[in-house]
């Protein structure tokens, strides 16, 4: 293993506004996400704000997966981070873009706890869904 894990952090436009603001459908997709790319779930923390919105966490064995959207705006901020070389945090973060209908999806992709941080050890990745 070159690092001690890996980050993806992902900005996903033109979601399913209605999604957006469901707090249970959201915990369920962060929580299958989490199955689906074959991690451990430990602990699951999600708030619903008033009048729009939704955060969350879920705590895996490996580290951990976070959401914060934005309805109004069809937006949604998503942290996949796993320690190790085990778990693909990609994976996890395709799952809920599909889940949320994401249209629209930014990735960087960052290897953690390897020393120096260089902009070359970074991988940005833009897709748009067929419309």
């Known amino acids: 293993m070159d ?8 900005e996903l436009w033109e979601c399913d506004s209605d999604l957006l603001n469901d707090e249970a459908a959201v915990e369920r997709i962060m929580v299958n996400a989490a199955l689906e790319s074959g991690a451990e779930v430990r602990e699951v923390v999600f708030h619903k704000f008033t009048p729009l919105g939704v955060s969350g966490v879920v705590i895996i064995s490996e580290s951990h997966l976070t959401i914060h959207s934005f309805p109004e705006h069809g937006y949604a901020s998503v942290d996949v981070y796993t320690c190790g070389d085990r778990i693909d945090p990609a994976v996890a973060a395709d799952y809920i873009a599909k ?7 930014e990735t960087v ?7 120096n941080m260089n902009a070359k050890d970074l991988k940005v990745e833009l897709v748009e869904a067929a419309k």
């Open 3 to 10: 690092t001690m894990g890996r980050h993806v952090i992902a």
């Open 109 to 115: 992709f960052v290897p953690r706890g390897q020393g």
């Open 99 to 105: 889940g949320l209908r994401t249209k629209r999806k």
